[in-house]
């Protein structure tokens, strides 16, 4: 089956410009996360919905950014007045009911110039 | 506050040197210890989870252990292929997020 997939794989911007960053889990997942991963880390938890509310949002760096999931699928991140310290690339993952295990998808790769 | 440190940061081998990674993990209530592949500009791959002291887990040339404050991930005769970054990560009690290492960038050559 498809595995999770994101879009755009890739997305420049100019600082100060507003960004949408598209999840889609795999089908039947209901738990979703996002991290963000700088050149040379490893990915640093943002956000985590279960269903269709955010059950943990203490990773978002500060309130430009904003994550949504409306219909318990597809999701989006929000970057407001970009700046260029948010270049990295943004990972999604997914997972089933309580299982564990986290499912990644390819990332969106965010260069703020 | 949960931490997870991974050595070397770079490792490179001779195809069939066998050798180990290390994470080091500090995490509030261990809920589980995970190890992820992941190749140059692609999302992490998951490859194991380890939940108590003393297991393992094998798969091809790779096995996981865990200890009460580390893990390692052991490759036996490595190939080209088996070059990635390596990343382990850590789930603590009451959270669903994973904290995880820096990875170990692993170059296996022919």
């Known amino acids: 089956g498809a595995g999770v997939s994101q879009t755009p794989s890739n997305k420049v911007t100019e600082k100060g410009k507003y960004v949408e960053l598209r999840c889609d889990p795999i089908?039947?997942?209901?738990?979703l996360y996002w991290y963000r991963q700088s050149l040379g880390q490893g990915p640093e938890f943002l956000i985590y919905?279960?269903?269709?509310?955010?059950?943990?949002d203490s990773g978002l760096p500060n309130d430009r950014f904003f994550a949504v999931r409306p219909e318990g699928s597809v999701s989006t991140l929000k970057i407001q007045r970009t700046e260029r310290g948010d270049s990295a690339v943004y990972l999604c993952?997914?997972?089933?009911?309580?299982?564990?295990?986290?499912?990644f998808g390819p990332g969106t790769r965010l260069l703020v110039l | 506050e949960d931490q997870v440190t991974q050595s070397p940061e770079a490792l490179r081998l001779q195809e069939g040197e066998s050798s180990s990674l290390n994470c080091s993990y500090t995490?509030?209530?261990?809920?589980?210890l995970f190890w992820y592949r992941q190749d140059p500009g692609k999302g992490p791959e998951f490859l194991f989870t380890?939940?108590?002291a003393g297991e393992e887990k094998e798969k091809e040339r790779l096995k996981a252990t865990l200890t009460k404050k580390e893990s390692f991930l052991h490759i036996t005769a490595p190939k080209p292929e088996d070059s990635a970054t390596y990343l382990c990560?850590?789930?603590?009690?009451?959270?669903?997020?994973?904290?995880f290492g820096s990875g170990t960038r692993l170059q296996v050559q022919p």
């Open positions: 993952a997914s997972s089933f009911g309580r299982e564990e295990t986290q499912y």
């Open positions: 089908s039947g997942h209901t738990a």
């Open positions: 919905f279960q269903g269709t509310g955010a059950a943990d």
């Open positions: 995490v509030s209530g261990l809920r589980g």
């Open positions: 380890l939940y108590s």
């Open positions: 990560g850590g789930r603590g009690t009451g959270r669903r997020a994973l904290t």
